[in-house]
């Protein structure tokens, strides 16, 4: 049986509409335009094989977009290929400035010997998932900002995180798992409008990290988009959350904090709390 990977991205030149549901189909082998199984004459290695280093290279961009930074090993475990394979996928990206490598931080190392090396989409990466309408939707706000001043900028971010989380309920009690089932209806959300969120317990608390961000360009230059977000996850979640890390920065995915316990209004962020991604870069190839 040929290996499963998840649906590749398409049109990548065009807006992102990835959402964090993940598909599975397996790869076609020799299969002609009509869906038959061709042989003899009409079985070409070259197409094939070409086609389906095109679907190998899309399933680890999504792997690296998803649940970046993550080691060769877990992609191939992942995708079932071969170690090889996936760090030839990787070289390439690499080298093509689409991903970049680092060591494991120590929290992270499982047992001995040398960190592993970790993988992740670099800004130009993300950059080919589309941001095709930055341009515009900056001159757009630049304009409101003209008109209405800052209080315009604010109010039109507020107003677009509400469309996002419409439906959604503040939580009913102030609960570990009301707060951590509140949690993940707000990540769906936000996968829905395609920021690829996924959530994670950390510690005492419990994470939103959402790995693609469709404004991040737009968002360098107005921090209210983001302002506004984490607004909105205070609201809907009635207690105080932190922002770890934002793609807009620099990072690879945006990191929310939410702590499940009642917190003394002087402690800081637990220190379980890690941010998506370490800063330490090594922009090596992949030999591990």
Known sequence: MAPFVRTPLLDLGNEFRHTCVVKTVGLRTDVDGTGRKTTGARSSAGPVTTAHEGQTRAAIVQLLLEEGPITATAIGAALGL??????????????SGQARASRSAPWQ?????????QYQLTAAGRGTLGHAYDDLAGAAIRQLGEIGGDAAIEEFARKRVRTIVDGIEPVAEHTAPEIEAKVTEIADAFSDAGFAATTRQVGAGVQICQHHCPVAHVAEEFPQLCDAEL???????GTHVQRLATIANGDCACTTHVPLVALPKTAATPSAAQPAAGRTNDSGRSAE
């Open 82 to 95: 071969a170690p090889a394979g996936v760090r030839r996928h990787l070289d390439a990206l690499i080298d």
């Open 231 to 237: 607004d909105a996850f205070r609201d809907l979640l």
């Open 109 to 117: 190392q499982k047992g001995r010997g040398r960190p592993a090396k």
